[in-house]
């Protein structure tokens, strides 16, 4: 990944997202401001033709958005942008799932679908995911036919493991800080191996998700990005489940107020671990491809494509 | 930034994924027959196996060519280990000496002492075994009891060590031993010796284990003479020595294949038209598999690179044993029962009753995730 533009964005998103930020996205209002800052940063082009980034980038840059749970629709913008060629245009192009629900369908001008559809008129149902993203269903009345790269639920699903990811290191780091601040029985809470082996599971989950999603960005340009990016969402998928429920454990109460933070990241990893194919989905996919090439090709295929 | 643990993307480099097909013909034409493939390296004994190995150049790869060894890179070794453990081939003559006692003389002891014991080793014909736990010491080893004495040319050793897996089949045992002061002083005080397993002063006895197996043992030391030339190390150093030892035997393709050959068979049973269940079964434990060895080689570049990355392996090892115990009790529901004497069910029943054993041997899962616990600067 480019290292000055993930400066650039970790910077941006750094300096403008804040909890208020979030509460008024979940409410509905798109952060205009953020997307101003963004698109003048160039940062709305990133994966597109002549922008010198690509579909690593895109991918690199999630994980930084879903460290801070930018509440804007980056991984749509992007993707589009990388498979329409982009255009330098602050108009939102978003793409929509298999059930045509699309990220902030809503504030968009188009809409691309999977089935390879780029949707100029269309109406809109609202809706919003777990975390209070919006997600709207979209009717198309009118669209021109496109070509998609090949591996494109490939692609959405792990984009939806990197902000995952990036979000689970933002969980890992909210639970240290909060134990080792906490006190009970005049201690802090991190000094209870109880808690201690609870955030160690949880350093486990993160790092194996982080190392799961890296794969696939590894794999763009090797072979075998389709079965890696079936297991990085299949993995990544556990560990937001597994994590949550940790980080929620090590925060008390506290964690299940709405006032603190964490709830913007942790159902955002209950929402994410099901966009674009849960684990379930993913881990069919990998199972029936290994099954049908038999045991004895197991070892195989995972050293080869693993 | 960041404060939890990073593994840096690594990909084995193509002169490591050129052995892969060698061994794999090697294994083709050396699996010794009517020998049920089993991928727990602590299962499988052959000499025979481990000394073609030897031929190969496949034991002390890593080590210099004074001593035997290949001078080939730590990435390299990875595809050798890892094609031989999931391929359920019998390692476990050579595999303590080649991952742990060889690196611990390379690295502390004497140019004597490698020419010494090195080539035997690489020629599969020297066996080593870890002389760490004892009945009163097994997490805590700073609390080692048995006790050397300064005697003229060397020591008298006095003590019990237990759990010693192969010490009635190995040559050598490097045990931890107190030089100095008490159990009370901890880290200070503790020395490495290389004992002579069949020497006089060593009684080793068999323990049984719950699978009906003979692979560990009691070693009792009664005033058995250890010369000044087999003292590995410094004396008082042991203690330095023994958690150096750590990033080598904590973050290898063993600490999560143990159940690799149960998954193979579960395939096979399931066959090419598996239920939905049993799909997303088979690509959650891949999923798994792919992402520990991912993380696993990860730490073998931090390794090559000459790095000491003791959390980092704990957390490979800890992540591993959870799934290699977590493997057997989900494929187990996802079959019907199947008779005794059907593949599957005999990797199963096999895998099951070792088991227990994934999350102790080499340091508890308590142990690690204490270890992580101080990487995230909990304590
Ligand atoms: C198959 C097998 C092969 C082995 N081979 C060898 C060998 O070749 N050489 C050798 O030296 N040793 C060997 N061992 C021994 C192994 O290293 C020890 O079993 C291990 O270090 C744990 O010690 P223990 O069994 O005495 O358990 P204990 O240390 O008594 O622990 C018992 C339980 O208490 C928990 N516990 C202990 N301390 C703490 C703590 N501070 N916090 C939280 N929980 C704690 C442990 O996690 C464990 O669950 C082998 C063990 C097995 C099972």
Redesign the pocket.
Known sequence: MDALVADAAERIFADHVDKPLLDCAEAGEFPQQLWQVLCEAGLHLVGTKDSGTGLADILGLLKVAGRHAVPLPLAEVWVAGFVLGGEDSDGLTVVADDGLVAAWGRRAERVLTLDGRLATEFSVESGANLAGEPRDRIRVDGASEIDLPGEMPELMATTRAALAAGALERTLELAIEYATTRSQFGRTISRF?AVQHQLAVLAGEVAAAVRACDGAIEALDATGFGTQAAAAKARVGEACGIAAEIVHQVHGAMGFTHEHTLHHFTRRLWSWRDEFGNEAFWQRRLGERLAASGADALWDFIAREG | MFSGLTFAPARLPDEAEALRAEVRAFLADQMPADYWPNSDF?EGHSPEFTRRLGMRGWIGMTWPKAVGGGERTFFERYVVTEELLAAGAPVSAHW?ADRQSGPLLLRFGTEEQQRRYLPGVVRGETWF?????EPN?????ASVATKATRVKGGWRVSGT???????HRNHYIIALVRTEGTPADRHAGLTQMVVDLKGEGVTVRPIA?IAGGH??NEVVFDECFVADADVVGEPGNGWQQVTSELGYERSGPERFLSAFRVFVEFVRAVGTAPSPEQSALIGRLASHVMTLRKMSISVAAMLQEGANPGVEAALVKSLGNDFEKMLPELVRLALPQMPPEHPFARSLAQTLM?S??F?????????LR?VIARGLGLR
Do not use: C, V, Y
């Open positions: 191996q | 602590n303590i075994s870890i002389g760490m736990s010491t097994g997490s805590d080893l060590k237990i759990w010693t897996t192969d010490a284990n692979d560990f070792h227990p054993s999350t102790i041997r080499g340091g508890t899962r308590e142990i204490g």
